[in-house]
């Protein structure tokens, strides 16, 4: 009886301060749970979508909005609909397994340079410059090139293009805690440097980096949608967003929704996304909390 009595009231500030955060930033939770339907939509497409998302037929093109096709249908007849709650579950593999390379990368680069110093500390964070010197959607059309067309290719073309901010990141992370106190004496102490780095600088670098994770997903999906925009990306009959609004681009004059929709199911889900990861940013990032 008398642990749970202590450990109730200890329990009790936990759950409120959860609820405060949703309480408190309305924007967040409601750009939360649009994010969670898209998640539900990928996850259950094959439940969910009407029609099969590359079943083509030649009687059914371009009809507008009804009640037969939601969101019409495009030059093949395809239901727009089902293409696009399909295009969610490709968006986000590509956008959260690019992200995932790119974090990867960059946290091995970034301590790489961090705890190193001298000319490797040197090398690596001129590379580094030059990965941030250009733009990642015209690294990842380097990539591809290189790579060839394709969901994986994207994904890895992505992932390597997103390396370098990761990276800096880190490595920035990793001079501030390097310099710590009981970092300085753990090292006083004897103890051997790899689990240094595991016990105290690791553990202080992850959260930071997980927190770019969830803001980084945004800028991922539209990196790939536009190399699917250019041409370049996934290959048709995949149905990805990008590839949709660039298919729909001659029509526009009156076939409108063929663009207008998977557009607007980007759009949608890139500011959700933003709001969110700029929630979690400001709600949970250590250097923001020490500045308030």
Known sequence: M?????????????????????????????????ALGYVLAAIFAPHVAPYDP????????????????????????????????????????????????????????????????GWLEWVLMRLIDSILALPSLILAVAFIAILGQGVDKVVIAVGLS???????????????VRVQLFVEAATLMSIPYLRVIWRHILPN???????????????????????????IGVTPPTPDWGLMIAEGRAFVSFAAWMSAMPGFALALLLIALSIVGDGIREEFDPKLRRGA
Do not use: W
């Open 2 to 34: 008398s642990v749970q009595s202590t450990a109730a009231p200890a329990a009790a500030p936990v759950r409120k301060a959860r609820r405060a955060i949703f309480l408190r930033r309305p924007f967040f939770t409601i750009a939360l749970i649009v």
């Open 54 to 117: 590359v079943a083509q037929d030649i009687n059914a093109m371009m009809q507008p909005p009804s009640l037969a096709h939601l969101l019409g249908t495009d030059s093949y007849g395809q239901d727009i609909l089902s293409r696009v709650i399909y295009g969610a579950r490709y968006a986000l593999i590509i956008g959260i397994f690019s992200v995932m390379i790119g974090a990867a990368g960059g946290l091995v680069i970034g301590l790489a340079a961090g705890l190193s110093g």
């Open 162 to 176: 997103m390396i370098g901010p990761f990276s800096r990141t880190v490595r920035a992370d990793v001079m501030q």
């Open 205 to 231: 670098v992850i959260f930071p980096l997980a927190v770019q994770v969830t803001i980084r997903i945004s800028e991922a999906i539209l990196v790939s949608s536009s190399l699917s925009f250019l041409g």
